[in-house]
Nanobody, 123 residues
Framework: QLELVESGGGLVLAGGSLRLSCAGS????????MGWFRQAPGKEREFVAR????????YYADSVKGRFTISRDNAKNAMYLQMNSLKAEDTAVYYC????????????????WGKGTLVTVST
């Protein structure tokens, strides 16, 4: 079992920045493709970004491209999401996800999910 724990969420003004972290434990973190998803109130879960086992390549949803950066540090069993130029529409619970074979845009079939961290962007 791979346990994933997100942190770093909070309240931020529009235009501000936050850095989310996802800490993994229990299994070899470097064996997993990783990704971030989010779910806003009343909306379906949405893909945000994904990263390969080595850290390259990365892929982003159009809505966050150029503003968010996904990265990972396998030595620390951690993944990050640097979020800049935040907008009100970025308000959501952010989840990290891990999968042995890949992270799809739909999030279907993901092996492990974290419990999420809330990001609230105020205007």
């Amino acid at each position: 079992q791979l346990e994933l724990v997100e942190s770093g969420g909070g309240l931020v003004l529009a235009g501000g920045s936050l850095r989310l972290s996802c800490a993994g434990s229990g299994l070899a973190f470097s064996s997993f493709y990783m990704g971030w998803f989010r779910q806003a109130p009343g909306k379906e879960r949405e893909f945000v970004a994904r990263i390969s086992k080595s850290g390259i390549p990365t892929y982003y949803a159009d809505s966050v491209k150029g503003r968010f950066t996904i990265s990972r540090d396998n030595a620390k069993n951690a993944m990050y999401l640097q979020m800049n130029s935040l907008k009100a529409e970025d308000t959501a619970v952010y989840y990290c996800a891990a999968d042995r074979t890949g992270v799809s845009d739909t999030g279907g079939g993901i092996d492990y999910w974290g419990k999420g961290t809330l990001v609230t962007v105020s205007t």
